[in-house]
């Protein structure tokens, strides 16, 4: 059975950093594109960014671009979210979500941990 | 940049009744949508992919529908617990993976 399990959520003030993790299970991991998607409150869900099965290339929205790094540790089955200059608008519920491949390219998400809430507030 | 747009914003049906939600994306793209339903503190779940493929394990009550620009999740009757948000996304050019901003189908 697939497991996603976020951590290292909290209250940061603006101008502060939080690193997220997510620890997976029950699936090969080092075969799938891994992404983080967030809800901030009252709002629909938004792509943050994603890494590739090798690592070997990361994408990020606008909004996160530049301020925050995603990485992975296959050795470890983990997943990283290294979060800085954060910004009152990244207050949001944050999702692990494991990628699905259609023909190479991954076109959607099939499982998803329940979420690491981060707060940005001062 | 694409955009997904869902509608209606809110569906308000009786248990037993048809649901029918609609996405629509304002470019043509390469990939077609996949749709998701969210209850509150739960995980988001995956429904339907490719458009119209069932992920495993999903009640054949819910279907999907659609290609180019529109798209549509239909649930045939609807169970207690079909309450919930639902959001179609799709992989883009730009910003890549988008979402819609969703459907509650709400008990009426």
């Known amino acids: 059975e697939v497991h996603l399990l976020e951590s290292g959520g909290g209250l940061v003030q603006p101008g502060g950093s939080l690193r997220l993790s997510c620890a997976a299970s029950?699936?090969?991991?080092?075969?799938?594109?891994m992404s983080w998607v967030r809800q901030a409150p009252g709002r629909g869900l938004d792509w943050v960014s994603i890494?590739?099965?090798?690592?070997?290339?990361?994408y990020y929205g606008d909004s996160v671009k530049g301020r925050f790094i995603i990485s992975r540790d296959n050795s470890w089955n983990t997943l990283y979210l290294q979060m800085n200059n954060l910004r009152a608008e990244d207050t949001a519920l944050y999702y692990c979500?494991?990628?699905?491949?259609?023909?190479?390219?991954?076109?959607?998400?099939?499982?998803w941990g329940q979420g690491v809430q981060v707060t940005v507030s001062s | 940049e694409i955009v997904l747009t869902q509608s209606p914003v809110t569906l308000s049906l009786s248990p037993g009744e048809r649901a029918t939600l609609f996405c629509r994306t304002s470019?043509?793209?390469?990939?077609?949508v996949a749709w998701y339903q969210h209850k509150p503190g739960q995980a988001p779940r995956l429904l339907i992919y490719?458009?119209?493929t069932r992920a495993p394990g999903i009640p054949a009550r819910f279907s999907g529908s659609g290609s180019g620009t529109d798209f549509t999740l239909t649930i045939s009757s609807l169970e207690p617990e079909d309450f919930a948000v639902y959001y179609c996304?799709?992989?883009?050019?730009?910003?890549?993976?988008?979402f819609g901003q969703g459907t509650k189908v709400e008990i009426k």
């Open positions: 890494i590739c099965d090798n690592g070997g290339c990361t």
């Open positions: 996304q799709q992989r883009t050019d730009w910003p890549l993976w988008t």
């Open positions: 979500v494991k990628g699905v491949p259609v023909a190479g390219k991954t076109t959607h998400f099939d499982y």
């Open positions: 470019q043509s793209a390469s990939s077609p």
């Open positions: 490719g458009a119209s």
């Open positions: 029950g699936f090969t991991f080092s075969y799938y594109a």
